[in-house]
């Protein structure tokens, strides 16, 4: 529901450019401790904030709680004090050198927490006070944020704010692209109608729309190394519905053509295993209606389906590395290629659009196929069951986490 | 050549219920329908193989079959990997081709005779479009779009085509430029059939706007809109599509006519509104086809008035595949249906690319 009117954007913006003032003579190594303490007491499941977060945020995303539990519990994990300070460390050097833009205004999509925390922690590191207009599948994680800042430091409190409103409100739209530096993750389309409002020398940080995906080498398809991985391409899958760029699409097998069965029945017993663990969420009729179109596809082709019957999860293996339409909420494709070599041409057309692999069974040439993937538009190579916790320096879109943000950047 | 024996027998058996529909007989009949529907199926389950195969997978075989609704329905996305044909490829006729997407493929619908698809097509434009008119009467059409010589592969351009043939009086024409029709309307004298895709009145209503320009066409016009707006630069719903039309054509919505068509399809299925004025708009079905809604697992239908996946059973489909699986949902309402929309820019849950998206780029 709409709450904020244009005006009322404009207001926020005016007081926050006022707050930034007081915050950019603030020591920034002081707003980073409070901003590490922040991240310190989100990562604790009894405080109030992480708490409100797993109450509220299943009924509002349509996740069950046990998967936004779990990913948080996995996708907070490595995001410490430490880990913020380090990566201040390594991208800015000198914090006090550095300030970002009078304000940013942090457009947050999705019903995933993580990146909507992130956003508004990346942008006071670099002392910027930040308008945050949460995405209408989570109105939770960024007032419980903006709640448990104001709790640790009212002063940083004052330096983020929140405009609620429809993200097809126009005139609000047009009130929050006045900051001088715009955030914001989205389709190509929604990117493209943003960048003809934010025009210099506002600045604007476009995250696009993203996939993972896995591959498996010749050592992980043994029978013990496949269970393994393949539990842990279930969870990374199983995690947020895989609604989120993390979330892997495709699996690659490198190996005989029969691997790819076997694989996908490992990875139909993990997801079985996954669905009891953690159940997947609500999807919306037109998913429902896309997966059982690409199922009956698969069906056509006379691909191989497995899938629950309550059509819960679904693998489908396909006959080559060609891709195909991702249908998410668990919707597994498995693609056969002989190696690695054959893997990263298989990739190659979806190489824009790639975010991080999880990658298993390749011994030796691990190192060697970590690099033609990154070459190939990966910016993340991680093990299964990690994609879903990406480290708090990922440079997603290769973009630098906070550098994105500094003006002149 | 058995085959071809029974395929004509199939054939003439359709066209025949459709020459006595157009003769405003040849109601919705069960009995018939279910004969042909099971016919029509073992044909097809016997010369179609990638239906065959989905069919296996499902254990559905002729000799097994208990009813038509457990008739296995093609997703519409395989007319796009696919050749559908339940003939030779050698006598494929005419192939007509769905519109392009930013997925790049194009589905195909591949026919050896057109006899069928034109035969079937007139019963049900004539029934909801024109069904004030004498049998013989003819009325000026104006086709917002290419004639069939334009477009060959596009089977709405042919089905026009035919229309305008068959009922269309002298001075009737095909405008693909909104520039030109919005000219043209402007001379209207006589009552109009305003044809096109839903995206090319958008286009003529934003010239008319740009003109300043608000008519009012003669009283008994009437307008027939196709299509959505997937791939296109702009979406408009369809309360504001039909608000643009009365504003600036002067046609009202009651006058305004949804086809729901695919060019996997030979036949179409028409908004309510012209043929019963007074009961609410609903999309009505020629009788030789069924539409069903059925829940995500493609299997059971949904109960009268819930949201489902919308299965269409066309028995004029003799050259493909009779049962079709579309990705649109919808409600059965009472004697007709309802396709609902998905919901214009809906805020997407995750970050991760909707299916859609995910090809975009290897359109070129």
Redesign the interface.
Known sequence: MSTASPDAVRASLRRLHAAGDALRKRPAREVLDVLGALLERLRDPTDPARRRIETELPAAAGFSPEIVREGLARGLASWTGAALRALVDVELGDAEAFHGAPTTAAILAGAIPMPALLEVVAALCVRSPVLAKPSAHDPVTAPAVAGALAELDPALGQCVALADFRHDDEACMDALCQADCVVVTGSDTAVSSLAARVLPPRRLVAHGHRISLAALGPAALEEASLAEAARGLALDTALWDQLGCCSPVAVYVAGPTAAAGRAAHALADALADAEARWPRGTASPEAEAAAAHERALAEMRGAELLADPGARWSVVVEPDAQPRPAPLHRFLRIHPVTDAAALIEGIRPLGAKLAGVALAGFAADTLRLEAALRGAGATRTCAPGSLQAPPLAWHRDGLPVLRRLLPGA | MTGDRERRALDRRLIAWAQEARAGDGAADDVRFDALARDLFAFQYARCV??R??CQ??GVAPASLGSWREIP??????FK??ALRSFPCERTHHTFRTSGTA?GARGELHLDTLAVYEASLLPSFERHLLPDLAPDARMTFLVLGPNAQQAPDSSLAHMFDRVVHARGAAGSAFEPDPEAAARGLADAGEPLCLCGTAFAFVHLLDQLATRGTRLALPAGSRVMETGGFKGRSREVTRDALYAGIAERLGVPPERVVNQYGMTELASQFYDSVLLHPDEPRRKLSPPWARVRCVA???GADVPDGE?G?LQILDLANTGSVLAV?T???GRRLADGFEVLG?ES?A????????????????AA
């Not at chain 2, 991760?352 to 975009?360: G, I, K, N, Q, R």
């Open positions: 990638p239906y195969r989905l997978r499902r329905a093609v997703p519409t996305g395989a990997e696919m997925a995500r697992d493609g949201l996946i699986q990705a649109d949902l998905r820019g805020e997407a849950r995750g970050c991760s690319l909707a299916a859609d998206e995910m090809l975009a780029g290897d």
